[in-house]
């Protein structure tokens, strides 16, 4: 069974960093690439970031571009989301997905909350 | 590109016949096009991928349809659990993006 379960959240001042993390188990990790997607309390979807499976190719939404990087470790089955210079409008849900032939997302993380308050 | 969804909420009844709307700011390849469901409280689901397959276990009353610029996710009979938002979802390059959603609610 695929499980990606997502850790690291939590409530921070803005402009401080936080790190997130997500456990990757039921399937060949390497094999896949790997993203984020964020929810912010009440709206919609949003992309933040993606990796490769060999961590050449990272991608970055324009709003999180310069602030947050997006690692891998394929040895502990695990990807990461180093956030820095957090803003409160990164508040919200964060998602570990995995990709699927590149197009979309088969698989879905519980989420770990990102709370960016004074 | 930007996707837009209409309408922004439909109300129906259950039983009735959902026809929800996707539109891309330009053409886009239907491979890339997805959908997916989201339940109150919920993770997102994948319902469809490549604008037109059902992923696993998704059943027969979601179907997925359209090319260019307009694509259309229909739920032909709405079930208790069927009410919820629809996002649909573009990749290109090196990308990806988000309609706004669709809330279908129980008129």
């Known amino acids: 069974e695929v499980q990606l379960v997502e850790s690291g959240g939590g409530l921070v001042q803005p402009g401080r960093s936080l790190r997130l993390s997500c456990a990757a188990s039921g399937f060949t990790f390497d094999n896949y690439a790997m993203n984020w997607v964020r929810q912010a309390p009440g709206k919609g979807l949003e992309w933040v970031s993606g990796?490769?499976?060999?961590?050449?190719?990272?991608e970055y939404a324009d709003s999180v571009q310069g602030r947050f990087t997006i690692s891998r470790d394929n040895a502990k089955n695990s990807v990461y989301l180093q956030m820095n210079s957090l803003r409160e409008e990164d508040t919200a849900l964060y998602y570990c997905?995995?990709?699927?032939?590149?197009?979309?997302?088969?698989?879905w993380g519980q989420g770990t909350l990102v709370t960016v308050s004074s | 590109i930007v996707l837009t969804q209409s309408p922004d909420t439909l109300s129906l009844s259950p039983g009735e016949r959902a026809t929800l709307s996707c539109r891309a700011s330009q053409s886009i390849d239907s491979f890339y096009l997805a959908w997916y469901q989201q339940t109150p409280g919920q993770t997102p689901r994948l319902l469809i991928s490549g604008a037109s397959s059902r992923a696993t276990g998704i059943p027969d009353r979601f179907s997925g349809s359209g090319s260019g610029t307009d694509f259309t996710l229909t739920i032909s009979r709405l079930e208790p659990e069927d009410f919820a938002v629809y996002y649909c979802?573009?990749?290109?390059?090196?990308?990806?993006?988000f309609g706004p959603g669709t809330k279908v609610e129980i008129k």
């Open positions: 979802q573009h990749y290109g390059m090196a990308r990806f993006t």
């Open positions: 997905v995995r990709v699927f032939g590149g197009t979309h997302f088969d698989y």
């Open positions: 990796i490769s499976w060999n961590s050449i190719s990272r």
